[in-house]
């Protein structure tokens, strides 16, 4: 059974910064990618950001480029958002999500587990 965690939300003014974190547990031994996704109010959830097994490849939806960073400590078995210059439309839950592959994507499909979510307020 594998588990996520999500944490490090909270409420923010413009141009604050956040860090979000994933703790993963259970079946940890295989190689996977990780994801991070959002869900606006009254919105459909949207990727955010994915990284792969090795941290080598990243990609970053255009909204976030230059002010999100996701990385991960496998050897931890955790995952980080790093949110710079937020903004109010980055009002949202954030979910990190993990793959049972290595590669990435950013299809919510392709993401077998899913943290519970945690709360991010970006106030202007």
């Not at 869900?39 to 950001?49: D, G, H, I, S, T």
């Amino acid at each position: 059974q594998v588990q996520l965690v999500d944490s490090g939300g909270g409420e923010v003014q413009a141009r604050d910064s956040l860090r979000l974190s994933c703790a993963v547990s259970g079946r940890t031994f295989n190689r996977y990618a990780m994801g991070w996704f959002r869900q606006p109010p009254e919105k459909e959830r949207e990727f955010v950001a994915a990284i792969s097994w090795t941290g080598d490849s990243t990609d970053y939806d255009d909204t976030v480029k230059g002010r999100f960073t996701i990385s991960r400590d496998n050897a931890k078995n955790m995952a980080y958002l790093q949110m710079n210059s937020l903004k109010p439309e980055d009002t949202a839950v954030y979910y990190c999500a993990r793959r049972v592959v290595v590669g990435l994507s950013s299809d919510p499909r392709d993401y077998t587990y899913w943290g519970q979510g945690t709360p991010v307020t970006v106030s202007s």
